[in-house]
């Protein structure tokens, strides 16, 4: 587990991976964000369903407040009870995870989400849309055709990032596009990579 900001993670992240084409998903998305403007290892980047943050300060200090109280949540009744609730929000209407995939979930422990929530949450983390137009490497943002927030925040993240970004709505899918549609998440990227 790592007890560390979104920077410090990043660059944790590049340290052990070295160069190369970075894809994040969701967190990963933002935790690549930060590596995207703190790394020279990094030769191109694939968001999906990523944000900058929340730039208007009331709402980043309700999301905070809201991420507390999950913490707690967590923590009280557990990761089998986080996950149920998790997956049932709206935001993963059209995902169906598999078995595999729900085991996976569980070797998540109580205080590693937690510490995520507490260190790298998006309430933490200070919004970086004015640093967009610092990112100088090719950037490919993606957004399920169905996931309304973030199809529209990923569209003004490729247009703020400028010249090296490209936005595309992979169709028919949700948050989790990479994981309800892989075979076209799959060939977007080829096309974008070729």
């Given at each position: 587990m790592l007890d560390d900001d979104l920077f410090g993670v990043a660059r944790a992240v590049v340290a052990s991976a070295g160069d190369g084409t970075y894809v994040g998903y969701s967190m990963g998305a933002r935790i690549l964000l930060h590596a995207a403007l703190?790394?020279?290892?990094?030769?191109?980047?694939?968001?999906?369903?990523?944000?900058?943050?929340?730039?208007?300060?009331?709402?980043?200090?309700?999301?905070?407040?809201?991420?507390?109280?999950?913490a707690r949540r967590i923590?009280?009744?557990?990761?089998?009870?986080?996950?149920?609730?998790?997956?049932s929000?709206?935001?993963?209407?059209?995902?169906?995870?598999?078995?595999?995939?729900?085991?996976?979930?569980?070797?998540?422990?109580a205080d590693g989400l937690i510490s995520s929530l507490r260190h790298c949450g998006v309430g933490q983390q200070t919004p970086l849309w004015d640093q967009l137009p610092n990112i100088e490497i090719p950037v490919l943002v993606l957004a399920g055709s169905r996931d309304t927030k973030f199809d529209?925040?990923?569209?003004?993240?490729?247009?703020?990032?400028?010249?090296?970004?490209?936005?595309?709505?992979?169709?028919?899918?949700?948050?989790?596009a990479h994981l309800e549609r892989p075979d076209a998440v799959a060939s977007i990227v080829r096309d974008w990579l070729s």
């Open positions: 703190d790394s020279p290892r990094m030769s191109g980047l694939v968001l999906i369903g990523g944000t900058p943050g929340i730039e208007d300060d009331r709402e980043r200090a309700d999301r905070r407040e809201s991420d507390a109280v999950l923590a009280t009744d557990g990761v089998e009870t986080f996950l149920e609730w998790w997956l929000q709206p935001l993963f209407d059209g995902f169906k995870p598999t078995s595999d995939d729900i085991a996976e979930r569980r070797l998540n422990t529209a925040i990923g569209r003004r993240m490729a247009e703020t990032i400028g010249d090296t970004a490209r936005f595309v709505s992979v169709p028919d899918s949700g948050h989790a």
